[in-house]
T-cell receptor, first 113, second 115 residues
Framework: LAKTTQPISMDSYEGQEVNITCSHN???????ITWYQQFPSQGPRFIIQ???TKVTNEVASLFIPADRKSSTLSLPRVSLSDTAVYYC??????????????FGTGTKLQVIP | DAGVTQSPTHLIKTRGQQVTLRCSPI?????VSWYQQVLGQGPQFIFQ???????GRGNFPDRFSARQFPNYSSELNVNALLLGDSALYLC??????????????FGQGTRLTVV
């Protein structure tokens, strides 16, 4: 299983853009990269997923370089409600429904007023 | 539509006891996965079931077992509880549509405390 490494914590002021980088040096060819957000005592919530290059949705962007050994989650103009733990996840569901995923240690983002 | 539901929400057990946790996936989702999240750490994969068959198993002892029912709900059983089994147990369901990682929807979890 691919191992992921993220910063333990980050602080940001409200309204700023936040970039969280995840390293996954031994990512497999079939692995996707997914980011989840988790609030205390709640289950993780899907933010964004990608395989290569750049993916953007209504809440975030995901940048993946050509070698796919790292990825960067970008949160535009964070608010206090974005204070949470963000997990980088690599893995894949294969055609037979087989799952092979690894959660990282998570990055605790603290948004400051 | 209801999301992933887990029961009970909280549970206190004594060392050596057995516990059963339950999960109902989102309607139409046939894949259910279980995770253990110890305080301050990321979720650790325990099991995945798809179409009632075990499709993946994490690095957990045989005290942990699971099954999936015809209606795709699932149970996680833990025997001979240890203090170290105290954690948030998360269930996730997914709509598997072929290769590639699909979005997993997580329940609120069951907080298990072993005393």
């Amino acid at each position: 299983l691919a191992k992921t490494t993220q910063p333990i914590s980050m602080d940001s002021y409200e309204g700023q853009e936040v970039n969280i980088t995840c390293s996954h040096n031994n990512i497999a060819t079939n692995d996707y990269i997914t980011w989840y957000q988790q609030f205390p005592s709640q289950g993780p919530r899907f933010i964004i997923q990608g395989y290569k290059t750049k993916v953007t949705n209504e809440v975030a962007s995901l940048f993946i370089p050509a070698d796919r050994k790292s990825s960067t989650l970008s949160l535009p103009r964070v608010s206090l409600s974005d204070t949470a733990v963000y997990y980088c996840l690599v893995g894949a569901f294969y055609s037979g429904g087989y799952q092979k995923v690894t959660f990282g240690t998570g990055t605790k983002l603290q948004v400051i007023p | 539509d209801a999301g992933v539901t887990q029961s009970p929400t909280h549970l206190i057990k004594t060392r050596g006891q057995q516990v059963t946790l339950r999960c109902s996936p989102i309607s139409g989702h046939k894949s259910v996965s279980w995770y253990q999240q110890v305080l301050g750490q990321g979720p650790q994969f325990i099991f995945q079931y798809y179409e009632k068959e075990e499709r993946g198993r994490g690095n957990f002892p045989d005290r942990f077992s699971a099954r999936q029912f015809p209606n795709y709900s699932s149970e996680l059983n833990v025997n001979a509880l240890l203090l170290g089994d105290s954690a948030l147990y998360l269930c996730a369901s997914s709509l598997v549509v072929g290769g590639g990682y699909t979005e997993a929807f997580f329940g609120q979890g069951t907080r298990l405390t072993v005393v």
